[in-house]
C-alpha cells in the first residue's frame, strides 16, 4: 500500500488548522527591524519570494543549510502573526479571528512544505539533522499556538455566535473545525496537565524522527551480493543490469547486488532458485528495525504508544485509537473491527487454500523442509506460471514507466478534460524528476513533479506531496503537488520497466496528485487531500481501477521495443493469475490493519514488549506462519512516523468507496460516463469542505455499498 507523505504529527495537528493563502502584512515593526528582516530574506531564498514560473520552489537555489534559519525564522514570523491576533482589542469576528488564523504561518508553511518533500525524496546528512533540530521546536511552537487559552477564547467566541453569522457554508464550516480542532488539541488543561500535553508532543516528534532515521539506515546497510548468475533465475535484463550497477556502485568488481528496496528484493523472491539466499533476503526485510542494534525501534515504539495512551488519556479518550477515530468517517474502533471481521474469515480461508496448493507444489519438487514466507513468492509465481501460463517478467515490457505516466495522463484528460505539458528547465530537488503544467482548455491549473526512481536518499514506498493547497480568498492560488515513487532506475542500454504492481502504484498516487489538482474550495485547509484519513485514499484506489481496464490498457500497455500493445490474451492470463493471490494480498494488509489498532487501543501506559506484543496480536486473529503482516512493528512508519496511526484500516474503508464508485461507472455502460464524471470531479474539487460521509452521499446520494468490494475480492463464492 501506498500513501501520501503527511508532516510529523504536531506539524500535522496544526496545519489542519492553520493554512496558507497570502503573507500576511499585517505585522507592526520597526523600521530598523524591517531593514534586518529584508537583509536576511535576500540572503536566504526560501525566505524570499519566488519570482520562477507558477510560483515554483527555486531549487538550484537553495542549499540544505538554507533550512533549518529559514524554518526559524517563519517560526518568529508565525509568532508575531499570532500575537497580533490574540492581541487584538477589537470584538472576535470571523474576519479578524478565524480567517486571520487561517492566513498565517504562510511563510512557515511555505518552507515546512518543501523541506519535509526534500528530506523524504533525497535527503542528505544536513536534513537529516536539521529534521532532528527542528522538529521539537517545530512542535513547542505549534504548542504556544493550539494551546493558546487566550486565541481559543477568541476562536470560542466566534463559534457560540455561528447560528447568528450570515456567512456561506464553507466559512461556517471553518468556524466549526477550527473550534473542534483547538478543543481537542486540550487548550482547556491547565497548569501541570498542560506542561506534560507538551513535554509528550516533543518527546514523540523526537521518537518519530529516529524511528524514520533508524528504519532508512537499516534499509541502505543491507546488501545481498550474488555471484552466480544462475541464482537469477529468469529476472528480466533490466533487473539483471540494475543488479549488476549496484553491485558495482558497492564496490564489487563483478556480480548482481540487491537491496531491501522493494523493485529488487521482490523480483528477486519472486524469481531466484536459491532458497537460502531467499530466506536471507527476507529475513533482512522482515526484521528491520529489530536486531537489537543502534538501528533497533523495538524501544522507540513501546515508548511512542505509551506516550499516546498517555496523551488521549490527558485529552479525556480511552484510548489512542478512539481519539484518531473520532474525527475520521468510523468514528469508533468498533466499526472498523466490524468491517474487517467481515472480510477477514473468507481472506484467511483463501489464503490458507493457496499455502496448500504452494506447499504441495514445493514438495512434489522434492523439497521436505516446511515451506516458509520466503518461498511464497517464488511458488506463486511458478504457480501462475505452470496453471496459468503466466510470468509477470513477460508484462514488463509493456510497462515502461513513461508510457505508464502517460496513461495516467490520458487517462486524466478522458475523464477530466485536463492536459499536462513539461515545463522546460524547471529547478529540481533531483535530476531525476519530470515536471509538467497542468492545463485544462490552454488555462493554467497547477504544477506536478513525478520524481520515480529508488535511491539511497529516499525513503522506501510510494507517496504524495502538496507543496504548494490550492485556496482562494483574495485571489486564486494554484496548487503544486508531487508523486514520489520506488522504481527500478534506467540504466545504460535498459529503460525502467514496470512489474504490473508497479504501474498500479502510478496510478493509485496519481490519483492523489489529481485530488490536489482539481480542488477548488476557498481555503487552503480544506483543499485537496485535506479529507478524513478514511477518506483520502478513495480517489487514489479507484484509479487503480480504470488503469487495468482493456480500454485503458490499450493506451499505454505497448512493448517498448515494438511499441505493439499488451495482448488481449496477456490480459486475460494476467488478470486471472493476479486474481489467485488475492487471499495473500489481503491477509498481509489486514494482518497490518488489525496490528495498528491493536496497538493503539491500549488504555494503559505499561511499556510492551514489542515482539511479544506483536506475536500475540496475529495469534488472536489467527494468522498462518506463512504470512506476516505487511509492516511489522519495528518498520511501520505508516503509524509509528508518518500520520496513520489508528488509521492503516482506511485503505480498506477506502476500497468499500472505490469499489462502490467504480461499479456505478460499469453500470452505466462506460467506464468514462461523462455525468457520472463530472459528479465524481465536483467531489475531489469540494476537497474537505464537507465530512468524507457527506462528501459521498452528495455524490452518489447515498452511503457506501460493501458488496461491490465483496464481489471484487471473490469472498463469499
Request: positive net charge; aromatic residues 12%.
Amino acid at each position: 500500500m501506498f500513501f501520501i507523505l503527511k508532516l510529523p504529527f504536531q506539524i500535522l495537528q496544526f496545519i489542519k488548522q492553520i493554512r496558507i493563502l497570502l503573507f500576511t502584512t499585517l505585522i507592526l515593526i520597526s523600521c530598523k527591524e524591517k531593514k534586518k528582516t529584508n537583509n536576511e530574506i535576500s540572503i536566504n531564498p526560501l525566505l524570499s519570494e519566488w519570482k520562477t514560473p507558477f510560483g515554483m520552489p527555486p531549487f538550484d537555489e537553495i542549499s540544505s543549510a538554507d533550512y533549518l534559519p529559514a524554518l526559524r525564522k517563519a517560526i518568529t514570523i508565525h509568532k508575531d502573526e499570532i500575537k497580533i491576533i490574540v492581541e487584538n482589542k477589537e470584538r472576535a469576528t470571523f474576519k479578524n479571528t478565524i480567517e486571520a488564523l487561517e492566513i498565517s504561518g504562510a511563510v512557515l508553511k511555505k518552507i515546512t512544505n518543501v523541506f519535509y518533500a526534500v528530506n523524504a525524496a533525497n535527503t542528505d546528512k544536513i536534513l537529516r539533522e536539521t529534521a532532528k533540530t527542528i522538529g521539537p521546536e517545530l512542535a513547542a511552537h505549534f504548542d504556544e499556538i493550539t494551546l493558546n487559552s487566550e486565541l481559543f477564547k477568541r476562536i470560542e467566541s466566534v463559534y457560540n455566535q455561528i447560528h447568528q453569522l450570515d456567512l456561506g457554508k464553507q466559512e461556517l464550516f471553518l468556524i466549526s473545525e477550527t473550534y473542534k480542532n483547538y478543543k481537542s488539541s486540550g487548550v482547556n488543561l491547565k497548569g501541570e496537565q498542560k506542561e506534560r500535553l507538551k513535554e509528550i508532543n516533543k518527546k514523540i516528534t523526537i521518537l518519530s524522527n529516529k524511528f524514520e532515521t533508524n528504519l532508512l539506515d537499516e534499509t541502505n546497510a543491507f546488501e545481498l551480493h550474488v555471484s552466480d548468475k544462475k541464482d537469477l533465475g529468469n529476472l528480466s535484463e533490466s533487473l539483471i543490469a540494475l543488479a549488476a550497477s549496484e553491485a558495482k556502485k558497492r564496490g564489487h568488481d563483478s556480480g548482481w547486488s540487491f537491496t531491501l528496496q522493494r523493485p529488487s528484493i521482490n523480483p528477486f523472491l519472486e524469481v531466484s532458485p536459491n532458497r537460502a539466499m531467499r530466506e536471507k533476503l527476507f529475513k533482512a526485510y522482515t526484521h528491520r528495525g529489530d536486531n537489537d542494534n543502534s538501528n533497533d525501534n523495538k524501544k522507540i515504539i513501546s515508548e511512542l504508544v505509551a506516550l499516546r495512551v498517555e496523551k488521549a488519556n490527558l485529552l479525556g479518550y480511552k484510548t489512542w485509537a478512539d481519539k484518531v477515530l473520532s474525527n475520521r468517517m468510523a468514528k469508533k474502533s468498533e466499526n472498523v473491527f466490524k468491517l474487517m471481521n467481515q472480510m477477514w474469515p473468507s481472506a484467511l480461508a483463501m489464503a490458507k487454500k493457496d499455502k496448500n496448493a504452494l506447499a504441495t507444489m514445493m514438495k512434489k519438487e522434492g523439497i521436505k523442509d516446511k515451506f516458509r514466507g520466503s518461498d511464497w513468492r517464488y511458488y506463486v509465481a511458478k504457480l501462475r506460471a505452470k496453471k496459468y501460463s503466466f510470468n509477470e517478467e513477460d508484462t514488463r515490457p509493456y510497462f515502461e514507466f513513461n508510457n505508464v505516466r502517460e496513461g495516467a495522463f490520458k487517462l486524466a484528460y478522458t475523464l477530466f478534460g485536463i492536459t499536462f505539458k513539461p515545463i522546460e528547465n524547471a529547478q529540481k530537488w533531483h535530476p531525476d524528476q519530470q515536471v509538467f503544467e497542468v492545463l485544462e482548455n490552454g488555462k493554467h491549473l497547477g504544477v506536478i513533479y513525478m520524481d520515480f526512481f529508488a535511491r539511497e536518499s529516499k525513503r522506501g514506498g510510494a507517496w504524495m506531496n502538496e507543496i504548494r493547497m490550492q485556496s482562494n480568498i483574495n485571489s486564486f492560488v494554484t496548487p503544486i503537488v508531487t508523486n514520489n515513487f520506488n522504481y527500478p532506475a534506467p540504466t545504460k542500454g535498459q529503460p525502467s520497466l514496470l512489474s504490473f504492481s508497479e504501474a498500479q502504484t502510478l496510478f493509485h498516487e496519481f490519483g492523489h496528485a489529481l485530488h490536489g489538482l482539481l480542488s477548488n474550495v476557498k481555503y487552503a485547509s480544506m483543499s485537496g487531500t485535506n479529507v478524513p484519513r478514511d477518506f483520502v485514499e478513495f480517489p487514489s484506489q479507484v484509479m487503480e481501477n480504470w488503469m487495468s481496464e482493456p480500454q485503458v490498457l490499450a493506451t499505454y500497455a505497448k512493448h517498448y521495443k515494438t511499441g505493439e500493445i499488451i495482448p488481449a490474451a496477456l490480459i486475460k492470463k494476467m488478470n486471472i493469475a493476479n486474481d489467485f493471490d488475492e487471499g495473500f494480498r489481503s491477509v498481509e494488509y489486514m494482518a497490518a490493519a488489525y496490528l495498528d489498532l491493536k496497538w493503539h487501543s491500549l488504555k494503559d501506559t505499561t511499556l510492551q514488549d514489542v515482539r511479544k506484543f506483536e506475536a500475540n496480536a496475529m495469534r488472536d486473529i489467527g494468522l498462518i506462519n506463512e504470512i506476516l503482516p505487511r509492516y511489522r512493528s519495528t518498520y511501520y512508519s505508516h503509524v509509528f512516523s508518518g500520520g496513520y496511526s489508528a488509521g492503516y484500516y482506511s485503505y480498506l474503508w477506502s476500497e468499500v468507496l472505490d469499489a462502490d464508485t467504480f461499479n456505478e461507472f460499469k453500470k452505466t455502460g462506460d467506464i468514462f460516463n461523462p455525468e457520472l464524471s463530472k459528479k465524481y470531479r465536483a467531489m475531489l474539487a469540494a476537497g474537505g469542505s464537507k465530512s468524507g460521509m457527506d462528501l459521498y452521499k452528495n455524490f452518489l446520494g447515498r452511503k457506501p455499498k460493501i458488496e461491490p468490494l465483496l464481489v471484487k475480492k471473490g469472498f463469499g463464492k
